[in-house]
């Protein structure tokens, strides 16, 4: 599946020719095709919010007996054809493609720094895939990362993308380093690679181009509560699009319809409290987290698929909204 997703953006990236803007086409493709599933899922959920008054008197009345109390809830189901699993088809789809997409845009970044750090290696300087004010979008939107890979990168990309990138060179740039980097049949192998990887970083630091590319600017370091942060002076990015993304998936939580809860209570019949407020909030420090960390092509992707989700809300509000008036209007000129 990894594979297939690779497969599809490199496809667009080969007629749009820039990866940035092929993940926001690639993210428009995938939430279209969730656009039907979306507009079942929003009828159910307005079925089951007119259910909500059937439903609480039942658990009124069966307030003692649970079994019969989930019985009468079904009956009342079958009877009005509304599936409550139906609303969560897609976030059980959305899940998964956010997995998938990540692993595939993951094993796109990590060719592409495996490229650049054999370029810089070589003495060049880097093809960079920029997007808007990122200069590279294989490295994370902030100004506490350096536009190049730094050591911290190349040592999480495993063993098959090297070995693979290493093959697809020419042969003679694949000469030239491995005469020049002492690289054998085995040095791409899971067993050496850390070796392999220290003596290729221990090169690229050597060359006076990648010292002031990495460069910080002194004084310009941050303690946090479990990690510090430096501004580089070559900064990839402006930590826009991990704000950007927090903010939308806070919008998008708040404005996502949900089912109507039935209220639990513990033994001592007191009411639990609901978790929709905890996940208000882990969800987009969550999305923040992980954007603020990893590539920003994937930040790209969770925040476009944030805005066209609430986009694609409001759409589909509005138009169950005006269909539900014109159902009011039509049953009263009947009665």
């Not at 005469?179 to 899971?190: G, I, K, M, P, V």
């Not at 993304?245 to 089912?259: D, R």
């Not at 476009?304 to 008036?325: C, E, F, G, H, P």
């Amino acid at each position: 599946m990894n594979q297939f997703f690779s497969s599809i953006l490199l496809g667009i990236n080969a007629v749009i020719g820039n990866y940035g803007w092929s993940v926001v086409v690639f993210t428009l493709l995938i939430r279209l095709l969730l656009t039907p599933l979306d507009v079942k899922s929003r009828v159910s959920m307005r079925k089951m919010n007119k259910l909500q008054p059937q439903v609480m008197a039942l658990q009124k009345k069966y307030a003692k007996d649970q079994q019969k109390l989930n019985l009468k809830t079904q009956e009342l189901y079958r009877k009005e054809k509304v599936n409550p699993l139906s609303s969560c088809l897609p976030l059980l789809l959305s899940f998964p493609i956010l997995i998938v997409m990540f692993n595939a845009m993951r094993g796109v970044a990590n060719e592409q720094m495996v490229k650049q750090a054999f370029d810089i290696v070589q003495g060049n300087t880097p093809v960079m895939e920029s997007w808007l004010w990122i200069k590279n979008i294989w490295m994370p939107d902030s100004p506490f990362n350096a536009t190049w890979p730094d050591l911290t990168r190349l040592q999480q990309i495993p063993a098959n993308i090297w070995q693979n990138v290493f093959n697809s060179l020419p042969e003679t740039t694949a000469a030239l380093l491995t005469e020049q980097l002492s690289l054998t049949a085995e040095s791409f192998t899971s067993a050496n690679l850390r070796d392999t990887v220290q003596s290729i970083y221990a090169a690229m630091a050597a060359l006076p181009g990648y010292a002031d590319q990495i460069a910080t600017i002194p004084g310009f370091t941050f303690n946090l509560l479990v990690t510090s942060v430096t501004v580089y002076r070559n900064f990839n990015g402006l930590f826009i699009l991990p704000i950007f993304s927090a903010v939308s998936q806070y919008l998008m939580t708040i404005l996502q319809p949900t089912q109507p809860q039935q209220t639990t209570n513990d033994k001592n019949g007191q009411q639990q409290p609901s978790s929709g407020a905890f996940m208000k909030w882990f969800f987009p420090l969550f999305s923040l987290w992980i954007c603020s960390g990893y590539y920003a092509s994937f930040a790209i992707y969770w925040m476009t698929s944030n805005l066209l989700a609430i986009a694609q809300n409001l759409v589909i509000n509005w138009y169950l909204d005006r269909k539900d008036a014109q159902m009011a209007v039509s049953e009263g000129e009947v009665k």
